[in-house]
């Protein structure tokens, strides 16, 4: 007999009420079908995700740890890697897995990079050079692998500065980072002179294009002028991009890719001496979930190079009416340049995060950043048909705010506080308030 908060349920339930309990449990979740929230979910139409689902499903019990006993998901996941090195113009040297996520092929490309240096270079205390603006995994890879992340400030057009970087460069580092584009600002950072820097010191060279990968190729064919960043850049030595970006596939589904082989063996886990048999896992996870590689197979094939420029005009089209309107906005700037759809916007003349609560009053979920306050915006085709609405309400929210009327209550009381604390007060704050998510059953 249990005493926790909640026990199994002695008897079960019918089938049709199992689901009717978890429709109801998922009312207030945000409502990203209709667009109102820019970020978390890549919705593309009802027509790719009744694809994505039935190939998901046909594979939900397979296992891509073993890809003896399924030679479908082997085959999947070469070709998916295949078709995305060829995409970064890897040439046919490039190789890489798929992995579960932007974070997993990050934290991967720093462990390879660990390993690497530690056979090639015999660096004992590695450490790597990161622009403040790379994704958080590169900070947890840097936590669970030992590898000292060091910080270089970006310059005023938000992406990374290569002076700085290079300032930051000793006998231990062994990587440098840049990203294409990186989260916060939606910024490409000079990937040749990142590379260039990493060729000159003998460094591996990561691009970050998890949110960019599958989406820069295709902006660039319509005429869009992006800058080099993947394997046509010499010096680059791995890539990461996620197919549940802008890939449209399902969740669980990135790939790391690397220049070539000889790299990509530091990545790998084997151990022979188990009693279990020999074991061999490609990256973090042990089972790895065969409907999330067979999907993303699924959806290349379905969406080809003819769905995916398709969706990124209606994607690169939207953008543009959400950038213009907002510049449109008295009191809202657009940060830097953005290269393509992820972007933000500061207030010249109030508080930006009450305007994220006016908005969000307003039904509207927009994720708050810090350092300096913005607000952010992730645009997917789910975004094409409210454009005119969330403009219209964000040209009135800022209005009243310019007027000097208060905001609904929201998070800008917390922000303004979190804004002031000390990092480790602030640690501890985030500590608390994870512990409190997971703490007990809502
Ligand atoms: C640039 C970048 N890299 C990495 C990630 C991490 O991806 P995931 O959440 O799939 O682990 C993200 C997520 O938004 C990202 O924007």
């Known amino acids: 007999m249990s005493h926790g908060t909640m026990s199994v349920p002695h008897k079960g339930l019918a089938h049709d009420e199992v689901l009717q309990r978890m429709k109801e449990m998922r009312s207030e979740d945000a409502r990203w079908k209709e667009g109102k929230t ?9 027509e790719i995700s009744a694809l994505v689902k039935d190939a998901y499903t046909m594979f939900m019990a397979e296992n891509g740890l073993s890809p003896l006993a399924f030679n479908s998901l082997r085959r999947f996941e070469t070709e ?15 190789a890489g897995t798929m992995t579960s996520g ?26 790597m050079v990161l622009p403040i603006t ?15 992340a060091v910080h270089a400030p970006i310059g005023r057009d938000f992406r990374a500065d290569v002076d700085e970087m290079e300032k930051r460069i000793t006998d231990r580092t062994i990587l440098v980072v840049g990203s294409a584009p990186a989260y916060p600002h939606g910024a490409i950072d000079p990937i040749e002179e990142i590379a260039a820097l990493a060729k000159r010191r003998g460094l591996l060279c990561h691009v970050d294009a998890c949110v960019g990968g599958f989406l820069l190729p295709w902006a660039k064919r319509l005429g869009y002028p992006i800058p080099k960043w993947d394997f046509e850049v010499d010096g680059v030595t791995s890539i990461s991009a996620d197919l549940h970006k802008y890939g449209f596939a399902a969740k669980g589904a990135s790939v790391l890719v690397f220049r070539n082989a000889a790299l990509r063996r530091h990545q790998f886990f084997t151990y022979g001496e188990w009693p279990g048999g020999l074991y061999a896992s490609p990256s973090m996870t042990g089972t790895r979930p065969g409907g999330a590689i067979a999907a993303a197979w699924a959806v ?12 990124a005009r209606q994607i690169l089209d939207t953008t543009r009416t959400f950038r213009e309107g907002i510049a449109a906005i008295p009191g809202l700037r657009i940060c830097g340049e953005p290269a393509m759809s992820v972007f933000a916007f500061e207030a010249t003349d109030f508080d930006v995060y009450a305007l994220g609560d006016a908005m969000e ?9 810090q350092r300096p306050p913005t607000l952010h915006l992730m645009i997917t085709p789910a975004h094409a048909l409210i454009a005119d609405q969330f403009l219209a309400d964000l040209r009135a929210c800022a209005a009243s705010l310019q007027r000097g009327e208060p905001a609904p209550e929201g998070s800008a009381a917390m922000y303004g506080m979190a804004g002031a604390m000390p990092a480790e007060a602030l640690d501890g704050f985030l500590l608390d308030f994870i512990d409190g998510l997971y703490g007990t059953p809502a």
């Open 80 to 94: 998916v890697v295949a078709m995305a090195a060829d995409l970064f113009h890897g040439g046919t040297e490039a």
């Open 38 to 46: 820019f970020s978390l979910v890549y919705y593309a139409g009802e």
């Open 102 to 127: 932007g974070s997993e092929s990050i934290l991967m490309a720093v462990k390879t990079a660990r390993d690497w240096a530690r056979a090639e270079r015999g660096v004992t205390e590695p450490e």
């Open 134 to 148: 790379v994704h958080p995994a590169f900070e947890k890879a840097a936590h669970y692998f030992g590898v000292k």
């Open 300 to 311: 290349m094939h379905f969406l080809g190079e003819e769905g995916y420029l398709k969706l």
């Open 361 to 369: 009053a307003k039904g509207w979920k927009l994720d708050r950043q």
